[in-house]
Antibody
Framework: EGQLLESGGGLVQPGGSLRLSCAAS????????MTWVRRAPGQGLVWVSR????????DYADTVKGRFTISRDNSQNTLYLQMNSLRVEDTAIYHC???????????????WGQGTLVTVSS | DIQMTQSPSSLSASVGDRVTITCRASQSISRYLNWYQHKPGEAPNLLIY???NLKSGVPSRFSGSGSGTDFTLTISSLQPEDFATYYC?????????FGQGTKLEIK
């Protein structure tokens, strides 16, 4: 089924940068689009960004567009999220997830990683 | 963006109860609707994909239905391990949106 393990979270000051990683195992990583989802304290799940299997196309939520960059290294089975110009409101647990696509076009996220905590505070 | 509205936002129920959570989309999303369970400190877990397809290994007490704008997740007989937060999520376009979540608590 596959496993995902995030890393790279931590405490950073407003305006700072952080790069998250998501190590994938147990499946053919390059054949799947991947996604980042976050959950701020006391809030619900929010989709952040997705990238195609080849890495050629990416999309972002409006709240992070222009500040975050998603990328992947298919030779290393690793997904990344480069986060710049961080704001207090970016504080959250960040989960990576594999995007599965059915022949009829429907997509869903499975599996997910446990997440890595990003805290933006002065 | 397509907005997803879940109700209720929280729910108290007892072991053995039948529970229904609803999710409404701001426009038709056909059957492109998924349901997840999330417990604190754990990875979210897919329950239902494409409105009514039960993920392999998920207990059959979970079921999903609906199409267009209105969807439901039903748990036929609550078990202690089911107390968690549940989210719907559309996949109609790739700017995915989750519902705000329904926290299911023990009465």
């Amino acid at each position: 089924e596959g496993q995902l393990l995030e890393s790279g979270g931590g405490l950073v000051q407003p305006g700072g940068s952080l790069r998250l990683s998501c190590a994938a195992s147990g499946f053919s990583f390059s054949t799947y689009p991947m996604t980042w989802v976050r959950r701020a304290p006391g809030q619900g799940l929010v989709w952040v960004s997705r990238i195609s299997g080849s890495g050629s196309t990416a999309d972002y939520a409006d709240t992070v567009k222009g500040r975050f960059t998603i990328s992947r290294d298919n030779s290393q089975n690793t997904l990344y999220l480069q986060m710049n110009s961080l704001r207090v409101e970016d504080t959250a647990i960040y989960h990576c997830a594999r995007e599965n696509t059915a022949s009829w076009g429907s997509n869903w996220f499975d599996p997910w990683g446990q997440g890595t905590l990003v805290t933006v505070s002065s | 963006d397509i907005q997803m509205t879940q109700s209720p936002s929280s729910l108290s129920a007892s072991v053995g109860d039948r529970v229904t959570i609803t999710c409404r989309a701001s426009q038709s999303i056909s059957r492109y609707l998924n349901w997840y369970q999330h417990k604190p400190g754990e990875a979210p877990n897919l329950l239902i994909y494409t409105a009514s397809n039960l993920k392999s290994g998920v207990p059959s007490r979970f079921s999903g239905s609906g199409s267009g704008t209105d969807f439901t997740l039903t748990i036929s007989s609550l078990q202690p391990e089911d107390f968690a937060t549940y989210y719907c999520q559309h996949s109609y376009i790739t700017r995915y949106i989750f519902g705000q979540g329904t926290k299911l608590e023990i009465k």
